[in-house]
């Protein structure tokens, strides 16, 4: 049964960090690409960050870059995000989840579709 589960959601000050963790279980996760996704109230859910598969090239959400970090470790089977310098528009559930593929060439690794997704953790962040 193949299954993801995020935790090291929580509350910080703004300036603060978090590290989010994504364990997969029930597939290779090196074999397809993986993503980071959040969604705030009221609002869509949107893409943060993923790592593609076929080049392990890595794709970040403009109001994140330099912020956030996406890592992977394939011996693990579990995939990161470290969360520095949050500030409120960063509150949201944050979801990961797996793109099994097919995947089109000279695409970014956010085109999708994804096809299993985590349960979420919240991360909220205030003064």
């Known amino acids: 049964q193949r299954e993801l589960v995020e935790s090291g959601g929580g509350s910080v000050q703004p300036g603060g960090s978090l590290r989010l963790s994504c364990k997969t279980s029930?597939?290779?996760?090196?074999?397809?690409?993986i993503g980071w996704f959040r969604q705030a109230p009221g609002k869509e859910r949107e893409g943060v960050s993923c790592?593609?598969?076929?080049?392990?090239?890595?794709y970040y959400k403009d109001s994140v870059k330099g912020r956030f970090t996406m890592s992977r470790d394939d011996g693990k089977n579990t995939a990161y995000l470290e969360m520095d310098n949050l500030n409120p528009d960063d509150t949201a559930v944050y979801f990961c989840?797996?793109?099994?593929?097919?995947?089109?060439?000279?695409?970014?690794?956010?085109?999708?579709?994804?096809?299993?997704w985590g349960q979420g953790t919240q991360v909220t962040v205030s003064s």
């Open positions: 989840a797996v793109d099994y593929g097919p995947y089109s060439p000279d695409t970014s690794c956010m085109t999708g579709p994804y096809d299993d």
């Open positions: 029930g597939f290779t996760l090196s074999f397809y690409a």
């Open positions: 790592i593609s598969s076929t080049d392990g090239s890595t």
